[in-house]
């Protein structure tokens, strides 16, 4: 008996901040997944691709707006997060995506000229940009689009009850760790008596949130998760250092000091060195298409069974990654 053929599902992803090193990394990602040239690592969504009739990689089509006004090859060598001979192959097809003006209304039309069956609007605009954030936000409601707010910032999401949406502050790497850390403590019956966390980024965004101000918002979604986590509140201090030596590369430490059996003090130590695109990447396709799953289930309002990406999520705590990712995997098996 003949199988039936997998069914399509085209899928357009309109990112504001086209330019930026997550976005170029994105595109790039996907533009060397779709020939072939990587395997797809880091992918949650992968395993769901046949079962869930998820957007596979010649199925993505990517727009988006930035006020640079670079293609797409362009601001992947500027960012540096991917190098130039894996870059090559994939160059004139990266070349040839040049971002709309800032929040120009464009999806209608690109979704007609592609034959889109959903288009995403994914918002990775700097830190503390609210203003535009909401602009994005109110295209997305305005063209029925699932939203994805990737930022820490306010995109107004109280307009976009009527659409799928998730965010928000993506937990890429040492919040992440944290994340899955702080309830293995907790469970282990360990007590947290205090927990340092500093790091440095060197890219457009750590120049924002390593400002004092401009930062604030990611400081406090850093901070806030361990009591909740935890279910008390130890000395908990939260660093971000902009140190331009270190570029796209995060450098990462925490030192956590805990009681024991008997109130013997033990002392954990975690380095880590990663590109935060590359961390970023990955999980911003998941969520593109997790969330036009959603859509095309009908579904609206906040997507509660995608917090596991985010630090800050909208449905709240809890934080603890490993039933974050129970909530995902329930709703999948749901989707059979």
């Known amino acids: ?24 990394t994105i595109v790039a990602g996907a533009a060397l997944l779709r020939r072939g040239l990587t395997q797809p690592l880091a992918l949650l969504s992968e395993p769901f691709v046949n079962s869930h009739a998820l957007a596979r990689w010649d199925e993505i089509i ?17 960012n540096a997060v991917i190098g ?14 040049k971002p709309w003006p800032a929040a120009a209304d464009r999806i209608a039309a690109f979704r007609r000229a592609h034959q ?8 990775l605009l700097p830190t503390g940009q609210h203003a535009a954030s909401k602009q994005y936000a109110r295209l997305a409601a305005k063209h029925d689009c699932p939203f994805v707010n990737f930022t820490p910032n306010d995109c107004g999401e109280k307009n976009l009850r009527h659409v799928p949406f998730a965010g928000r502050d993506g937990k890429t790497g040492q919040t992440w760790l944290k994340s899955v ?33 401009l930062g604030e918002a990611k400081i406090r979604d850093k901070t806030k998760l361990l009591g909740e986590m935890l279910g008390y509140e130890p000395v908990h201090k939260v660093r971000i ?6 570029g796209d590369t995060k450098e990462s430490w925490d030192y956590i000091e805990a009681e024991g059996f008997l109130g ?27 969330i036009a799953l959603a859509a095309r289930r009908g579904e609206t309002g906040n997507q509660k069974w995608l917090s596991l990406y985010f630090k ?25």
């Open 1 to 24: 008996m003949l199988s039936s053929p997998p069914m399509k599902h085209r899928l357009g992803i309109c990112i504001a901040g086209l330019d930026g090193a997550v976005a170029s």
């Open 62 to 78: 990517f727009a988006g707006w930035d006020t640079r006004a670079e293609n797409s090859y362009d601001a992947a060598r500027r």
């Open 84 to 97: 130039p001979c894996r870059l090559k192959p994939i160059r004139r097809e990266l070349a040839a995506l």
């Open 116 to 123: 889109l069956d959903t288009v995403v609007v994914l918002n």
């Open 181 to 213: 850390l702080a309830p293995a403590l907790r469970d282990r019956a360990l007590h947290v008596t205090g927990w340092y966390s500093t790091n440095l980024l060197g890219n457009d965004d750590g120049k924002i949130v390593g400002d004092p101000v």
């Open 241 to 246: 250092e902009y140190f331009p030596p270190r």
């Open 264 to 290: 013997q003090p033990i002392q954990f130590r975690v380095s880590a060195r990663y590109p935060d695109s590359i961390l970023a990447a990955p999980m911003c396709l998941d969520l593109c298409r997790f």
């Open 312 to 336: 800050a999520p909208y449905a709240g705590p809890p934080h603890d990654f490993f039933r974050q990712e129970q909530l995902l995997r329930a709703y999948l098996a749901a989707q059979l």
